[in-house]
Nanobody
């Protein structure tokens, strides 16, 4: 069983930046997919950014050019750098990982973009 623990959420003004981190209890090098999803109130959970086999990175169109996914394979941490934040980025952000076709989720961290 893999545990994923997010940190770094909070309240930020429009145009600001936040950095989310996800610490995994297992090796992220062996993960098939690592990444981030988000869920806004009244909406379905949606993909934000993922990296497959450490090589192929995929971003939602709404965050391209603003968000950057990175990995620290030694510390088993996946980061999401979020710049130029908009009110529509407000959501609970969930870390996601897939190992041997099993899906794991973090508990979520709230990001609120508001003036």
């Amino acid at each position: 069983q893999v545990q994923l623990v997010e940190s770094g959420g909070g309240l930020v003004q429009p145009g600001g930046s936040l950095r989310l981190s996800c610490a995994a209890s297992g090796s992220i090098v062996s993960a098939n997919v690592m990444g981030w999803y988000r869920q806004a109130p009244g909406k379905q959970r949606e993909l934000v950014a993922t990296v497959t086999r450490g090589v192929w990175t995929n971003y939602a169109d709404s965050v391209k050019g603003r968000f950057t996914l990175s990995r620290d394979n030694v510390k088993n941490i996946v980061n999401l750098q979020m710049n130029s934040l908009k009110p529509e980025d407000t959501a609970v952000y969930y870390c996601y990982g897939q190992w041997i076709q099993k899906n794991f989720w973090g508990q979520g961290t709230q990001v609120t973009v508001s003036s």
